[in-house]
Protein backbone atom coordinates (compact mmCIF):
# COMPACT_ATOMS: atom_id res chain seq x y z
CA UNK A 1 0.00 0.00 0.00
CA UNK A 2 2.99 2.49 -0.07
CA UNK A 3 2.24 3.03 -3.61
CA UNK A 4 -0.76 4.96 -2.53
CA UNK A 5 0.49 7.04 0.02
CA UNK A 6 2.78 8.02 -2.43
CA UNK A 7 0.15 8.88 -4.79
CA UNK A 8 -2.18 10.89 -2.13
CA UNK A 9 0.86 12.56 -0.62
CA UNK A 10 1.50 13.77 -4.85
CA UNK A 11 -1.87 14.68 -5.25
CA UNK A 12 -2.28 16.78 -1.95
CA UNK A 13 0.95 18.62 -2.98
CA UNK A 14 -0.33 19.24 -6.41
CA UNK A 15 -3.69 20.31 -6.20
CA UNK A 16 -4.23 23.78 -5.89
CA UNK A 17 -8.05 24.25 -6.09
CA UNK A 18 -7.91 25.96 -9.39
CA UNK A 19 -10.27 23.01 -11.57
CA UNK A 20 -12.62 21.00 -9.51
CA UNK A 21 -11.39 18.21 -7.28
CA UNK A 22 -12.88 15.48 -9.13
CA UNK A 23 -11.88 16.95 -12.44
CA UNK A 24 -8.45 17.10 -11.15
CA UNK A 25 -8.39 13.36 -9.82
CA UNK A 26 -9.67 12.23 -12.75
CA UNK A 27 -6.70 13.41 -14.91
CA UNK A 28 -4.31 12.76 -12.40
CA UNK A 29 -5.19 8.68 -12.17
CA UNK A 30 -5.39 8.57 -15.70
CA UNK A 31 -1.23 9.17 -15.72
CA UNK A 32 -1.24 5.94 -13.69
CA UNK A 33 -3.11 2.98 -15.76
CA UNK A 34 -1.86 0.57 -12.91
CA UNK A 35 -4.09 2.04 -10.49
CA UNK A 36 -7.38 0.28 -10.52
CA UNK A 37 -11.00 1.10 -9.45
CA UNK A 38 -10.54 0.13 -5.81
CA UNK A 39 -6.98 2.25 -5.56
CA UNK A 40 -9.23 5.18 -7.26
CA UNK A 41 -11.88 5.56 -5.01
CA UNK A 42 -9.43 4.63 -1.78
CA UNK A 43 -7.69 8.10 -3.35
CA UNK A 44 -10.91 9.65 -3.67
CA UNK A 45 -11.86 9.31 -0.32
CA UNK A 46 -8.68 10.35 1.04
CA UNK A 47 -8.47 13.29 -0.91
CA UNK A 48 -12.32 14.54 -0.26
CA UNK A 49 -12.14 13.81 3.68
CA UNK A 50 -8.67 15.63 4.06
CA UNK A 51 -10.48 18.83 2.25
CA UNK A 52 -13.41 18.72 4.38
CA UNK A 53 -11.45 17.95 7.87
CA UNK A 54 -7.80 18.86 7.49
CA UNK A 55 -8.06 22.89 9.00
CA UNK A 56 -10.35 21.93 11.79
CA UNK A 57 -7.13 19.72 13.22
CA UNK A 58 -6.14 20.42 16.68
CA UNK A 59 -3.58 18.18 18.32
CA UNK A 60 -0.52 19.13 20.55
CA UNK A 61 3.27 18.02 19.37
CA UNK A 62 3.82 16.99 15.32
CA UNK A 63 1.45 14.74 13.47
CA UNK A 64 2.27 12.77 10.34
CA UNK A 65 0.83 13.44 7.25
CA UNK A 66 -0.42 9.83 7.75
CA UNK A 67 -1.81 10.16 11.13
CA UNK A 68 -3.60 13.64 9.80
CA UNK A 69 -5.05 11.56 6.73
CA UNK A 70 -6.60 8.84 9.15
CA UNK A 71 -8.18 11.38 11.79
CA UNK A 72 -9.80 12.87 8.45
CA UNK A 73 -11.41 9.65 7.48
CA UNK A 74 -12.39 9.21 10.81
CA UNK A 75 -13.62 12.86 11.04
CA UNK A 76 -16.18 11.90 7.82
CA UNK A 77 -17.33 8.34 8.32
CA UNK A 78 -14.62 7.40 5.62
CA UNK A 79 -12.69 5.00 7.32
CA UNK A 80 -13.80 1.68 5.86
CA UNK A 81 -11.97 -1.92 6.67
CA UNK A 82 -10.73 -0.56 2.68
CA UNK A 83 -7.72 1.09 4.28
CA UNK A 84 -7.11 -1.03 7.11
CA UNK A 85 -4.01 -2.49 5.60
CA UNK A 86 -2.66 0.82 4.12
CA UNK A 87 -2.74 2.20 7.99
CA UNK A 88 -1.66 -0.83 9.97
CA UNK A 89 2.49 0.50 9.94
CA UNK A 90 1.29 3.96 11.11
CA UNK A 91 2.16 4.95 14.54
CA UNK A 92 -0.77 4.89 16.73
CA UNK A 93 -1.97 8.18 18.04
CA UNK A 94 -0.68 8.63 21.49
CA UNK A 95 -2.22 12.25 22.08
CA UNK A 96 -6.17 13.46 22.53
CA UNK A 97 -6.94 14.49 18.86
CA UNK A 98 -9.18 17.62 18.94
CA UNK A 99 -11.56 19.06 16.10
CA UNK A 100 -12.68 22.84 15.72
CA UNK A 101 -15.27 23.24 13.15
CA UNK A 102 -14.75 27.12 13.05
CA UNK A 103 -11.15 26.60 11.83
CA UNK A 104 -12.40 25.67 8.68
CA UNK A 105 -14.12 28.77 8.29
CA UNK A 106 -12.28 31.75 10.35
CA UNK A 107 -14.23 34.43 8.69
CA UNK A 108 -16.95 36.72 9.61
CA UNK A 109 -19.47 36.50 6.85
CA UNK A 110 -23.07 36.60 7.88
CA UNK A 111 -25.11 34.44 6.58
CA UNK A 112 -28.41 33.84 5.60
CA UNK A 113 -31.64 33.45 7.03
CA UNK A 114 -32.93 30.41 7.90
CA UNK A 115 -29.40 28.20 8.78
CA UNK A 116 -26.80 28.75 11.55
CA UNK A 117 -23.17 29.09 11.28
CA UNK A 118 -23.17 26.05 13.67
CA UNK A 119 -25.20 23.18 11.47
CA UNK A 120 -23.41 24.65 7.96
CA UNK A 121 -19.66 24.29 9.14
CA UNK A 122 -21.08 20.62 10.95
CA UNK A 123 -22.46 20.04 7.50
CA UNK A 124 -19.12 20.32 5.66
CA UNK A 125 -17.56 16.69 7.41
CA UNK A 126 -20.74 15.25 5.90
CA UNK A 127 -21.14 14.24 1.56
CA UNK A 128 -23.80 14.99 0.64
CA UNK A 129 -26.29 12.60 -0.66
CA UNK A 130 -27.54 11.74 -4.39
CA UNK A 131 -30.66 13.20 -5.75
CA UNK A 132 -32.43 12.26 -8.97
CA UNK A 133 -35.56 13.83 -10.49
CA UNK A 134 -37.92 11.29 -11.53
CA UNK A 135 -39.30 12.38 -15.01
CA UNK A 136 -41.29 9.49 -16.26
CA UNK A 137 -41.98 5.56 -15.17
CA UNK A 138 -41.07 6.16 -11.90
CA UNK A 139 -42.65 2.56 -11.31
CA UNK A 140 -39.83 0.93 -13.92
CA UNK A 141 -37.16 3.27 -11.96
CA UNK A 142 -38.42 1.57 -8.34
CA UNK A 143 -38.33 -1.66 -9.91
CA UNK A 144 -34.92 -1.52 -10.88
CA UNK A 145 -33.28 -0.16 -8.31
CA UNK A 146 -35.29 -2.68 -5.69
CA UNK A 147 -33.48 -5.21 -8.19
CA UNK A 148 -30.04 -4.36 -7.63
CA UNK A 149 -30.67 -3.92 -3.50
CA UNK A 150 -30.05 -0.03 -4.10
CA UNK A 151 -31.68 2.12 -1.40
CA UNK A 152 -33.51 5.15 -1.71
CA UNK A 153 -35.71 7.34 0.04
CA UNK A 154 -38.87 9.61 -1.21
CA UNK A 155 -38.27 13.30 -0.55
CA UNK A 156 -41.03 14.18 -2.61
CA UNK A 157 -42.81 12.49 -5.04
CA UNK A 158 -40.89 13.01 -7.94
CA UNK A 159 -37.53 13.29 -5.63
CA UNK A 160 -35.52 10.45 -5.00
CA UNK A 161 -32.59 10.09 -2.24
CA UNK A 162 -29.66 7.85 -3.49
CA UNK A 163 -26.62 7.00 -1.65
CA UNK A 164 -23.02 8.64 -3.08
CA UNK A 165 -22.21 6.41 -5.88
CA UNK A 166 -24.85 4.61 -6.55
CA UNK A 167 -23.97 2.95 -10.45
CA UNK A 168 -27.22 4.43 -11.72
CA UNK A 169 -25.74 5.46 -15.05
CA UNK A 170 -25.97 2.54 -16.56
CA UNK A 171 -29.00 0.81 -14.84
CA UNK A 172 -31.61 3.57 -15.31
CA UNK A 173 -33.28 4.92 -18.98
CA UNK A 174 -31.11 7.83 -19.63
CA UNK A 175 -34.80 9.63 -20.83
CA UNK A 176 -36.19 8.73 -17.38
CA UNK A 177 -34.58 10.50 -14.67
CA UNK A 178 -32.52 14.01 -13.92
CA UNK A 179 -29.49 14.03 -11.82
CA UNK A 180 -30.51 17.34 -9.68
CA UNK A 181 -29.81 18.01 -5.94
CA UNK A 182 -33.20 17.93 -3.70
CA UNK A 183 -32.78 21.81 -2.87
CA UNK A 184 -32.29 22.84 -6.79
CA UNK A 185 -35.94 20.72 -7.33
CA UNK A 186 -37.38 22.32 -4.92
CA UNK A 187 -36.49 25.99 -6.81
CA UNK A 188 -39.34 24.77 -8.92
CA UNK A 189 -42.31 25.54 -6.47
CA UNK A 190 -41.05 29.50 -7.18
CA UNK A 191 -41.06 28.88 -10.56
CA UNK A 192 -44.73 28.51 -11.57
CA UNK A 193 -44.50 28.25 -15.19
CA UNK A 194 -47.52 28.34 -17.17
CA UNK A 195 -48.63 27.81 -20.76
CA UNK A 196 -48.15 30.97 -23.25
CA UNK A 197 -45.75 32.55 -21.12
CA UNK A 198 -42.44 33.87 -22.21
CA UNK A 199 -39.48 32.83 -20.23
CA UNK A 200 -35.75 33.62 -19.95
CA UNK A 201 -33.68 31.49 -18.23
CA UNK A 202 -30.51 34.65 -18.23
CA UNK A 203 -27.58 32.13 -16.74
CA UNK A 204 -28.49 28.60 -17.77
CA UNK A 205 -25.17 27.35 -17.65
CA UNK A 206 -25.64 23.28 -19.08
CA UNK A 207 -29.46 23.87 -18.35
CA UNK A 208 -30.38 22.16 -14.74
CA UNK A 209 -32.98 25.14 -14.44
CA UNK A 210 -34.27 25.17 -18.15
CA UNK A 211 -35.12 21.06 -17.84
CA UNK A 212 -36.87 21.76 -14.80
CA UNK A 213 -38.88 24.65 -16.19
CA UNK A 214 -39.84 22.89 -19.73
CA UNK A 215 -40.83 19.84 -16.91
CA UNK A 216 -43.03 21.54 -15.47
CA UNK A 217 -44.84 23.00 -18.40
CA UNK A 218 -43.46 22.46 -21.69
CA UNK A 219 -46.00 24.96 -23.24
CA UNK A 220 -43.50 28.22 -22.22
CA UNK A 221 -41.55 29.91 -24.93
CA UNK A 222 -38.05 29.46 -23.34
CA UNK A 223 -35.34 31.70 -24.34
CA UNK A 224 -31.54 30.72 -22.18
CA UNK A 225 -28.61 32.61 -22.69
CA UNK A 226 -24.84 32.32 -21.03
CA UNK A 227 -21.66 33.78 -21.90
CA UNK A 228 -20.26 30.50 -22.77
CA UNK A 229 -20.57 28.57 -26.11
CA UNK A 230 -19.63 25.00 -24.77
CA UNK A 231 -22.03 24.58 -22.18
CA UNK A 232 -24.75 26.32 -24.29
CA UNK A 233 -24.12 22.92 -25.98
CA UNK A 234 -24.21 20.91 -23.37
CA UNK A 235 -27.72 22.24 -22.49
CA UNK A 236 -28.90 22.03 -26.42
CA UNK A 237 -27.50 18.01 -26.13
CA UNK A 238 -29.29 17.68 -22.75
CA UNK A 239 -32.81 19.16 -24.11
CA UNK A 240 -32.47 16.14 -26.96
CA UNK A 241 -31.45 13.82 -24.75
CA UNK A 242 -34.72 13.91 -22.50
CA UNK A 243 -36.73 14.21 -26.22
CA UNK A 244 -37.56 18.28 -24.90
CA UNK A 245 -38.64 21.16 -27.42
CA UNK A 246 -35.23 23.19 -27.95
CA UNK A 247 -35.12 26.95 -26.04
CA UNK A 248 -33.86 29.82 -28.16
CA UNK A 249 -30.47 29.60 -27.39
CA UNK A 250 -28.49 32.97 -27.59
CA UNK A 251 -24.72 33.86 -26.51
CA UNK A 252 -24.91 36.38 -24.28
CA UNK A 253 -23.27 37.81 -20.93
CA UNK A 254 -26.04 39.23 -18.41
CA UNK A 255 -23.69 41.34 -16.79
CA UNK A 256 -22.74 43.55 -20.08
CA UNK A 257 -26.76 45.74 -20.53
CA UNK A 258 -25.90 46.29 -24.43
CA UNK A 259 -25.84 42.45 -24.86
CA UNK A 260 -29.32 42.23 -23.22
CA UNK A 261 -30.40 44.70 -25.02
CA UNK A 262 -29.66 43.22 -28.42
CA UNK A 263 -30.84 39.75 -26.72
CA UNK A 264 -34.31 41.12 -25.82
CA UNK A 265 -34.68 43.35 -28.60
CA UNK A 266 -37.09 45.86 -27.07
CA UNK A 267 -39.43 42.57 -25.97
CA UNK A 268 -39.88 42.40 -22.11
CA UNK A 269 -40.49 38.58 -21.13
CA UNK A 270 -42.95 37.55 -18.51
CA UNK A 271 -40.80 35.95 -16.45
CA UNK A 272 -37.01 35.92 -15.95
CA UNK A 273 -34.86 33.28 -13.91
CA UNK A 274 -31.50 34.56 -12.73
CA UNK A 275 -29.95 31.41 -11.40
CA UNK A 276 -26.95 33.69 -10.59
CA UNK A 277 -23.28 32.66 -10.39
CA UNK A 278 -22.18 33.01 -6.56
CA UNK A 279 -19.30 31.32 -4.26
CA UNK A 280 -21.50 28.19 -3.86
CA UNK A 281 -21.31 27.97 -0.59
CA UNK A 282 -24.70 26.60 0.17
CA UNK A 283 -22.56 23.53 -2.13
CA UNK A 284 -19.56 23.46 -0.40
CA UNK A 285 -20.09 20.08 1.63
CA UNK A 286 -20.23 18.73 -1.65
CA UNK A 287 -17.16 20.53 -3.21
CA UNK A 288 -15.35 20.62 -0.19
CA UNK A 289 -12.18 22.00 -2.00
CA UNK A 290 -13.65 25.39 -2.66
CA UNK A 291 -13.92 25.90 1.16
CA UNK A 292 -10.44 24.72 1.79
CA UNK A 293 -9.61 27.49 -0.69
CA UNK A 294 -11.81 30.24 -0.23
CA UNK A 295 -10.57 33.65 -0.75
CA UNK A 296 -13.09 36.48 1.37
CA UNK A 297 -12.74 38.71 -1.43
CA UNK A 298 -14.43 36.48 -3.44
CA UNK A 299 -18.09 37.24 -2.14
CA UNK A 300 -18.42 41.25 -2.76
CA UNK A 301 -16.77 40.02 -6.41
CA UNK A 302 -19.89 38.03 -6.96
CA UNK A 303 -22.32 40.15 -5.28
CA UNK A 304 -21.49 43.25 -7.44
CA UNK A 305 -21.86 40.18 -10.64
CA UNK A 306 -24.87 39.19 -9.01
CA UNK A 307 -26.50 43.29 -8.93
CA UNK A 308 -24.96 43.84 -12.83
CA UNK A 309 -27.22 40.62 -13.63
CA UNK A 310 -30.24 41.29 -12.20
CA UNK A 311 -30.60 44.74 -12.45
CA UNK A 312 -30.24 44.38 -16.27
CA UNK A 313 -32.57 41.70 -16.64
CA UNK A 314 -35.09 43.12 -14.53
CA UNK A 315 -35.62 45.98 -17.11
CA UNK A 316 -36.82 43.35 -19.70
CA UNK A 317 -39.88 42.12 -16.70
CA UNK A 318 -43.06 42.06 -18.35
CA UNK A 319 -45.21 44.50 -16.10
CA UNK A 320 -46.95 42.00 -13.65
CA UNK A 321 -44.45 39.49 -14.36
CA UNK A 322 -41.70 38.23 -12.11
CA UNK A 323 -38.03 37.94 -11.35
CA UNK A 324 -36.97 34.10 -9.93
CA UNK A 325 -33.97 35.20 -8.45
CA UNK A 326 -31.70 32.06 -7.18
CA UNK A 327 -27.86 31.37 -5.90
CA UNK A 328 -26.73 28.44 -4.28
CA UNK A 329 -24.89 30.72 -1.69
CA UNK A 330 -25.46 30.83 2.05
CA UNK A 331 -23.93 34.31 2.51
CA UNK A 332 -26.36 37.39 3.10
CA UNK A 333 -23.95 39.45 0.73
CA UNK A 334 -25.08 37.65 -2.42
CA UNK A 335 -28.88 36.86 -1.19
CA UNK A 336 -30.99 39.47 0.58
CA UNK A 337 -28.62 42.10 0.13
CA UNK A 338 -28.63 41.53 -3.51
CA UNK A 339 -32.23 41.52 -3.37
CA UNK A 340 -32.27 44.78 -1.51
CA UNK A 341 -30.00 46.83 -4.26
CA UNK A 342 -32.89 44.93 -7.13
CA UNK A 343 -35.82 46.91 -5.59
CA UNK A 344 -33.64 49.91 -4.59
CA UNK A 345 -33.12 49.69 -8.50
CA UNK A 346 -36.04 48.42 -10.39
CA UNK A 347 -39.91 49.10 -9.81
CA UNK A 348 -39.76 44.88 -8.34
CA UNK A 349 -40.75 44.45 -5.41
CA UNK A 350 -40.25 40.77 -2.89
CA UNK A 351 -43.21 38.38 -3.14
CA UNK A 352 -41.27 35.09 -1.62
CA UNK A 353 -38.03 34.48 -0.24
CA UNK A 354 -36.22 32.15 1.35
CA UNK A 355 -33.38 29.91 2.15
CA UNK A 356 -33.62 26.40 1.16
CA UNK A 357 -31.89 24.22 3.86
CA UNK A 358 -31.09 21.03 2.56
CA UNK A 359 -28.79 19.91 5.57
CA UNK A 360 -31.47 17.73 7.04
CA UNK A 361 -32.09 16.05 3.98
CA UNK A 362 -28.46 15.71 3.06
CA UNK A 363 -28.94 17.92 0.51
CA UNK A 364 -27.57 21.15 -0.78
CA UNK A 365 -28.37 24.91 0.51
CA UNK A 366 -30.15 27.54 -1.86
CA UNK A 367 -31.19 30.87 -1.30
CA UNK A 368 -34.60 31.91 -3.58
CA UNK A 369 -36.17 35.54 -4.00
CA UNK A 370 -39.33 35.62 -6.26
CA UNK A 371 -39.59 39.54 -7.36
CA UNK A 372 -42.58 41.22 -8.82
Same mark, same amino acid.
Given at each position: ?????????????? @??????????????????????????????????????CSKGL???????????? &????????????? /???MFSLV????????????????? !????????? &????????????????????????????? !??????????????????????????????????? !?????????YMRPM????? @??????????????????????????????????????? /??????????????????????????????????????????????? &???????????????? /?????????????? @??????????????? /?????????????????? &????????????????????????
Open positions: MQYLWQHISNIIEA @YKGDVPLTHFLKAYTKQYPILGSRDRRMLGMLAYSWYRVRDGDPTFQQRM &RECLVLCNAYTPL /FDKAPIDVPVGFDKELLFPH !DIPLSEGIT &RGEWLAAMQVQPRLFIRIRRDKDGILALL !DGKDISYEFITPTCLALPNGAAIDTLLPAESYVVQ !DASSQATGAAGERW @YDCCSGAGGKSLLLRDLCPGIDLTVSDKRRSILDNLEAR /FRQYGLRQPTVIVADAADRQQVDALAKGHPFDNILADVPCSGSGTWA &RTPEQLYYFDPAAVAR /FSQLQQAIATNVAR @YVKKGGRLVYITCSV /FRQENEDVVKAITGATPL &RVAEMRLINGIATGADSMFVAVLQ
